[in-house]
């Protein structure tokens, strides 16, 4: 039982006013009209609507804080529930008034609801909430507007996960908009998930789409959807643009003879060049389409960039001194009947051999090469210098014979 205090209005009881009776229970009960309003057990713990308080206040009932003008406490630190008039909106704070700060608060559960009866939006760091989770700082101090972690090592263990309307779609997407704007789709860049199961990443500007690496860009698509790789801009207008120091394209391919394609270039418009090769001067070479079957390999030949033009010298005693071989290839790849070494081709015609590299320790980085191509205008001269010869014989034979 407990000692009672009651204010009795009558109605029941036949005598109204304030009544009281006491036991040796040592808890005090408050009642109007014969039911417990407050009880205060023997520890102190206080109940409302309850006759068995757990903890200091127990409260088993609705908790309505209606009133802002109040007077605040001016010292120690709590936990403070009010209505903010002026905001007309409710707020919870854990805050020390000695030290004038807001302390860390936690709010703990199996689960987390978040409940907005009008526009269903929860905001963090803003009143007003543009999206169902908004989370809103205006200071560079922050390191991390939003900071997702999981450490699992689960392999369903996601950081982040979203579904959305197939229908509409996009069955899930993450959109950034920048400082300016504040909804999606007004110069936000977003990425989302079609019904039809592929990611789309998309920006909304005439921004580029960046990628970096080690805190270095090393990739980018820019607004007019050019790909760009070691730079920011595009190289003679290409849509794909490679600025780089080392190889700017290796790649196998593991099919066997004749079932696989290292690089294939197609035009499908009418025929026309298909590939470049530039020096940091300008045009050095490229591919022609000609027909639906043939292709031409082009060295740039102009008479506009040439100068100092005479006809060449002799070149019968160089193509005499070129030393044909018959030869087989280590790797098995099979024989030659008819070709050049080109470490012996340089002491004839130099201009037709590229030099190879070699390792520290000796053995081959890149081989020696030849571009058969530089002969021919070796071989062209020697044919017109022996013609002229056979003519010149031919003359003199006929000039005896008529004798």
């Known amino acids: 039982m407990a000692s009672l205090i009651n204010s009795d209005n009558g109605v029941s009881s036949g005598s109204a006013g304030l009544k009281s009776s006491a036991d040796s229970s040592g808890v005090l009960q408050l009642q109007t009209n014969g039911t417990a309003a407050l009880t ?4 102190q713990n206080v109940g409302i609507g309850t006759a068995s308080p757990a903890s200091k206040l127990d409260i088993t009932a609705t908790l309505r804080a209606v009133s802002s003008t109040a007077v605040a406490p001016t010292s120690g630190k709590g936990v403070e529930v009010w209505y903010d008039s002026s905001g007309d909106f409710g707020r919870i704070a854990t805050y020390d008034r000695t030290g004038a700060a807001y302390k860390n608060q936690y709010i703990d559960g199996a689960a987390l609801y978040l409940n907005s009866q009008s526009s269903g939006n929860v905001g963090i760091g803003t009143t007003s909430p543009v999206g169902q989770f908004d989370v809103y700082t205006n200071s560079n101090t922050v390191a991390y507007q939003t900071y997702v972690r999981n450490l699992s090592a689960g392999s369903s263990a996601y950081a982040i996960a979203g579904w959305g309307n197939n229908s509409n779609n996009n069955a899930g997407q993450i959109a950034i908009a920048s ?80 079932a696989g394609i290292g690089l294939d270039l197609q035009r499908t418009a009418a025929n026309g060049d298909i590939c470049y090769f530039r020096s940091t001067t300008g045009l050095a070479g490229y591919i022609t389409i000609t027909g639906a079957n043939t292709c031409t390999y082009n060295q740039v030949s102009d008479v506009r960039l040439k100068e100092n033009i005479v006809n060449a010298p002799s070149a019968l005693s160089k193509v005499e001194s070129l030393q044909v071989r018959s030869f087989d290839w280590k790797d098995g790849s099979g024989a030659v009947p008819y070709g050049f070494i080109a470490q012996e081709l340089e002491e004839v015609v130099p201009e037709a051999v590229s030099h190879g590299t070699t390792n520290e320790d000796g053995s081959m980085l890149t081989p020696w090469g030849i571009d058969t191509s530089l002969i021919v205008p070796y071989l062209t001269k020697a044919i017109q210098e022996q013609q002229a010869l056979i003519t010149q014989l031919t003359n003199r034979i006929s000039a005896l014979e008529s004798k």
């Not at 999606?184 to 005439?206: E, P, Q, V």
């Open 179 to 258: 400082s300016t704007n504040t909804t999606y789709g007004s110069g936000g860049d977003f990425i989302f998930l079609a019904n039809t199961g592929t990611m789309n990443f998309r920006t909304t500007t005439a921004q580029p789409m960046t990628f970096f690496t080690n805190a270095t860009e090393r990739m980018r698509i820019d607004s007019s959807g050019n790909l760009l790789v070691g730079t920011t801009s595009t190289i003679q207008g290409g849509k794909v643009n490679v600025a780089t120091a080392t190889s700017v394209f290796t790649g196998t391919t593991s099919a066997g003879a004749g």
């Open 40 to 43: 205060v057990d023997t520890s």
